[in-house]
């Protein structure tokens, strides 16, 4: 069975920073390109990063870009989000996602509040 | 960025009966590899998203047979034969071929 557990998600303040974490089993992590991808009320489903297999190609969001880095182990078929310098706006669920929505984590909340 | 247009927004539906949904992108889709990534999505209240159909017209594994999609260039629809109550959710179309990759607004359908 596939699987992706995200992890790290939580209350912080503006400006602040925050790393999830997405553990993968029941497929081959390897071989897939991963994805973190989030979701407000307001502004919907937003493809936020993505890597390739092989962890040598990363792409963000605009939106994201100089404050975002994805990363990935595949020794330990795990995907991280570093995410530093929070806004309001960052507030949403988070979730990884393996290929092109092939997979789904169930999610993890982030919220920026002072 | 590509914009993903859906329509019906709200989609009331009685049991057993079809349903259509339409999803316009703001630029073709086609890949320069020659496919065309356009996927489907339904996200259960509560529920994380679930694909339902990919590269068009593709059912992913385990998706009943009353889903199917078509489509090309920018013009795309998901229909359903005959809505079952587990159908109930939001569903969304997602661009695959474009960085970055974006999702219509959504189409919420309830049973009437």
């Known amino acids: 069975e596939v699987q992706l557990v995200e992890s790290g998600g939580g209350l912080v303040q503006p400006g602040g920073s925050l790393r999830l974490s997405c553990a993968a089993s029941?497929?081959?992590?390897?071989?897939?390109?991963m994805h973190w991808v989030r979701q407000t009320p307001g502004k919907g489903l937003l493809w936020v990063s993505r890597?390739?297999?092989?962890?040598?190609?990363?792409t963000s969001a605009d939106s994201v870009k100089g404050r975002f880095t994805i990363s990935r182990d595949n020794a330990k078929n795990t995907l991280y989000l570093q995410m530093n310098s929070l806004g309001a706006d960052d507030t949403a669920v988070y979730y990884c996602?393996?290929?092109?929505?092939?997979?789904w984590g169930q999610g993890t909340l982030v919220t920026v509040s002072s | 960025d590509v914009v993903m247009t859906q329509s019906p927004l709200s989609l009331p539906v009685t049991l057993g009966q079809p349903a259509s949904i339409s999803c316009r992108s703001s630029?073709?889709?086609?890949?320069?590899?020659?496919?065309?990534?356009l996927s489907w999505f339904l996200q259960r209240p509560g529920q994380s998203p679930r694909r339902l159909i990919h590269?068009?017209?593709n059912r992913g594994s385990g998706v009943p047979d009353r889903f199917s999609g078509s489509g090309s260039g920018t013009n795309f629809t998901l229909k359903i034969s005959r809505v079952e109550a587990e159908d109930v959710g939001v569903f969304y179309c997602?661009?695959?071929?474009?960085?970055?990759?974006?999702f219509g607004q959504g189409t919420k359908l309830e049973i009437k």
């Open positions: 630029q073709s889709l086609v890949h320069s590899d020659g496919n065309t990534y």
């Open positions: 029941g497929f081959t992590f390897s071989t897939y390109w």
């Open positions: 590269k068009v017209s």
């Open positions: 890597i390739s297999s092989d962890g040598r190609l990363t």
């Open positions: 997602m661009q695959g071929t474009h960085w970055p990759y974006t």
């Open positions: 996602a393996g290929g092109l929505g092939d997979y």
